[in-house]
């Protein structure tokens, strides 16, 4: 750190040689991330609020009011209009806020959750940050969750079960409706991560897509994680906690007497309201129609790219339920097809389990970006 500053011009161009090190969304060049290129109204809606402290809701009121609304929109949108939560992070803080809510309210000595071997690895840290013990429950032959293997883990110290609506290798939605007969009947705390699901499966539906249900329309489901960065277009990071009742929030809530709010039940304390008011600008300017848009749009581009991967002499892995396309070659491994595809300029991750590359079909890739994309892979193999 320099004495003296820099003009702002100079550390503008100075910030420009970093950026360009980036890879950028627009370029249809990322194809294994759930994030996308942020809609322009969310964009300006962040700016608008970059003031705004929602830890410390009473200095900006008007904020504290967009977040109520947001909870109720995306209550109306996941099935419960009268629901209770945060506009957060992300997703991995919302899994942890759920885990912590079932597990205070539980209240047993050597608290367990059970969770898909699918599930995001974000499990993984809420089990060591609140120290539960983590059951990891088999998945079926189509990578669902496998209800037998739930129901063989279950224990007196179970606090919760979780189900993943839009797996995160795969895209698959796990059995929700079982889990929620199974928790009601057994008074166990059902977590829904929706953080990629939340967002297109019921737009989907609304659309005629024959889709499961997996929101607060069943009953034994006691909270859901939305993130609006992802299939909602807001600007990172922004993610949503949804709990069916207020005791889930004020089994977290600690006091804080400094604030002009007397308890907090958020991980984090200073929490932009930024994202906030994306999520409200972006959920009033599109409407439901507009996305169900952007959710019949990657659907469709998504089953063009898998019929052009079949058409290739490439294997899918599984046919695709929501906008994920996993597949892999034949001939060579997917650690030397994830190669190739990077020396061609494409960034693609792999799922673990099976092993397979993933490609996202999210809102910034294009018809043009896919037929690039086949035209490179119908190459690969003889390169």
């Given at each position: 750190?320099?004495?003296?500053?820099?003009?702002?011009?100079?550390?503008?161009?100075?910030?420009?040689?970093?950026?360009?090190?980036?890879?950028?969304?627009?370029?249809?060049?990322?194809?294994?991330?759930?994030?996308?290129?942020?809609?322009?109204?969310?964009?300006?809606?962040?700016?608008?609020?970059?003031?705004?402290?929602?830890?410390?809701?009473?200095?900006?009121?008007?904020?504290?009011?967009?977040?109520?609304?947001?909870?109720?929109?995306?209550?109306?949108?996941?099935?419960?209009?009268?629901?209770?939560?945060?506009?957060?992070?992300?997703?991995?803080?919302?899994?942890?806020?759920?885990?912590?809510?079932?597990?205070?309210?539980?209240?047993?000595?050597?608290?367990?959750?059970?969770?898909?071997?699918?599930?995001?690895?974000?499990?993984?840290?809420?089990?060591d940050m609140l120290c539960l013990d983590?059951?990891?429950?088999?998945?079926?032959?189509?990578?669902?969750?496998?209800?037998?293997?739930?129901?063989?883990?279950?224990?007196?110290?179970?606090?919760?079960?979780?189900?993943?609506?839009?797996?995160?290798?795969?895209?698959?939605?796990?059995?929700?409706?079982?889990?929620?007969?199974?928790?009601?009947?057994?008074?166990?705390?059902?977590?829904?991560?929706?953080?990629?699901?939340?967002?297109?499966?019921?737009?989907?539906?609304?659309?005629?897509?024959?889709?499961?249900?997996?929101?607060?329309?069943?009953?034994?489901?006691?909270?859901?994680?939305?993130?609006?960065?992802?299939?909602?277009?807001?600007?990172?990071?922004?993610?949503?906690?949804?709990?069916?009742?207020?005791?889930?929030?004020?089994?977290?809530?600690?006091?804080?007497?400094?604030?002009?709010?007397?308890?907090?039940?958020?991980?984090?304390?200073?929490?932009?309201?930024?994202?906030?008011?994306?999520?409200?600008?972006l959920l009033k300017h599109l409407g439901?129609?507009?996305?169900?848009?952007?959710?019949?749009?990657?659907m469709d581009i998504t089953h063009k790219?898998?019929?052009?991967?079949?058409?290739?002499?490439?294997?899918?892995?599984?046919?695709?339920?929501?906008?994920?396309?996993?597949?892999?070659?034949?001939?060579?491994?997917?650690?030397?097809?994830?190669?190739?595809?990077?020396?061609?300029?494409?960034?693609?991750?792999?799922?673990?389990?099976?092993?397979?590359?993933?490609?996202?079909?999210?809102?910034?890739?294009?018809?043009?970006?896919?037929?690039?994309?086949?035209?490179?892979?119908?190459?690969?193999?003889?390169?």
């Amino acid at each position: 750190m320099e004495d003296k500053g820099i003009p702002k011009e100079q550390i503008y161009q100075m910030l420009r040689k970093y950026k360009e090190k980036d890879l950028t969304h627009r370029s249809g060049r990322i194809l294994g991330s759930m994030c996308t290129c942020p809609h322009p109204v969310g964009v300006k809606a962040y700016a608008m609020f970059l003031e705004s402290n929602l830890g410390d809701p009473g200095l900006f009121p008007g904020t504290k009011a967009l977040e109520d609304e947001v909870i109720t929109m995306l209550g109306q949108l996941l099935g419960k209009e009268d629901v209770y939560g945060h506009i957060i992070t992300g997703g991995t803080e919302a899994n942890l806020m759920a885990m912590r809510a079932a597990r205070n309210l539980k209240n047993v000595e050597n608290p367990e959750i059970i969770v898909p071997k699918s599930a995001h690895f974000s499990f993984k840290k809420a089990a060591d940050m609140l120290c539960l013990d983590l059951k990891m429950a088999e998945l079926d032959d189509d990578y669902r969750l496998d209800i037998s293997s739930v129901e063989d883990l279950i224990c007196d110290n179970t606090v919760a079960i979780v189900g993943v609506a839009g797996t995160t290798e795969l895209g698959k939605i796990d059995p929700i409706e079982d889990l929620s007969r199974i928790c009601q009947e057994q008074d166990i705390h059902l977590h829904v991560d929706a953080a990629f699901g939340g967002y297109i499966i019921p737009f989907l539906k609304e659309s005629g897509y024959d889709l499961p249900e997996f929101d607060f329309k069943l009953p034994g489901v006691s909270s859901i994680t939305i993130d609006p960065h992802k299939m909602g277009l807001a600007p990172i990071p922004t993610g949503g906690i949804l709990f069916r009742e207020r005791k889930h929030l004020e089994a977290m809530a600690i006091e804080t007497p400094y604030l002009t709010e007397d308890l907090q039940s958020t991980v984090v304390g200073t929490r932009t309201g930024a994202a906030t008011a994306a999520t409200w600008a972006l959920l009033k300017h599109l409407g439901r129609e507009g996305y169900r848009e952007v959710a019949t749009s990657c659907m469709d581009i998504t089953h063009k790219l898998a019929e052009g991967i079949k058409e290739a002499g490439f294997e899918l892995v599984t046919e695709p339920e929501l906008n994920i396309v996993p597949f892999r070659s034949p001939e060579i491994t997917v650690e030397e097809l994830a190669q190739r595809l990077e020396d061609k300029g494409w960034a693609v991750s792999l799922a673990t389990y099976p092993r397979s590359i993933r490609v996202i079909v999210m809102p910034h890739l294009k018809a043009e970006h896919i037929n690039d994309f086949l035209k490179d892979l119908e190459t690969i193999t003889g390169d």
